[in-house]
């Protein structure tokens, strides 16, 4: 899996930071508006909540006028006034078409990852190799297909990244088990992470 990547699609943070307040600013600099132009929050497609889940993100006075739509923990597409969880983003989207947002978050030790898409859906995830070690279990995570393709620290942490990638992509978070996922189906890009960490991105089609 290599990368890939424009080089704004992904940007690390201290994980102290304020999440929403990452995302907006990393959103502002690749749509090309100002931070407070920028709205974001999340929604939980199992329970309806807005103080978790998924995150979205959209440009403030953006075409349609509808109410946000939103777009798991940590992952998927952004959104504004579209059944179909897409947003439109930039200055001028009143009056012209724009490209779909999509949006991303993962934390993993000391980093924040933020992650914006223009173009399509997008799902990140940052992992420590360390820490996925410590509790590895095959049956957990791996596709019948995937038998025995965690043989290193490194392989077992890209795994587990590509699942959970995927799953916020989807936007189902880890209501779908692991093993129903087979990696080799998607479009997953590795990235560049600090030592120790493993970033792994999935993308839909655009």
């Known amino acids: 899996m290599s990368a890939g990547l424009p080089a704004d699609l992904l940007r690390l943070h201290p994980v102290t930071a304020d999440a929403d307040r990452a995302l907006a600013a990393h959103v502002a600099d690749v ?3 100002q931070p407070d132009e920028i709205r974001v929050g999340r929604h939980c497609p199992a329970c309806g909540a807005v103080s978790h889940g998924r995150p979205w993100a959209r440009v403030v006075g953006t075409a349609d006028g509808g109410a946000e739509t939103p777009g798991g923990a940590d992952g998927g597409a952004g959104t504004r006034g579209r059944a179909d969880g897409r947003a ?3 200055r001028g989207a009143a009056t012209s078409t ?10 993993s030790g000391p980093h924040l990852l933020t992650a914006v898409r223009v173009g399509g859906g997008i799902g990140v995830d940052l992992e420590e190799a360390a820490a996925v070690d410590r509790g590895w279990d095959p049956s957990l995570v791996l596709h019948p297909a995937e038998v025995g393709q965690d043989r290193t620290a490194e392989d ?12 916020k992509l989807l936007g189902t978070g880890l ?4 093993p129903e996922v087979r990696l080799a189906e998607h479009d997953l890009r590795e990235a560049e992470a600090p030592d120790g960490f493993v970033i792994l991105v999935a993308l839909s089609q655009s």
Do not use: C, F, Y
């Open 98 to 107: 724009r490209p779909v947002l999509g949006v991303s978050l993962s934390r």
């Open 88 to 90: 439109t983003a930039g």
């Open 175 to 178: 209501r779908t088990p692991m």
């Open 156 to 167: 077992r942490a890209r795994l587990w990244a590509g699942k959970e990638a995927v799953l």
């Open 31 to 33: 749509v090309g508006v």
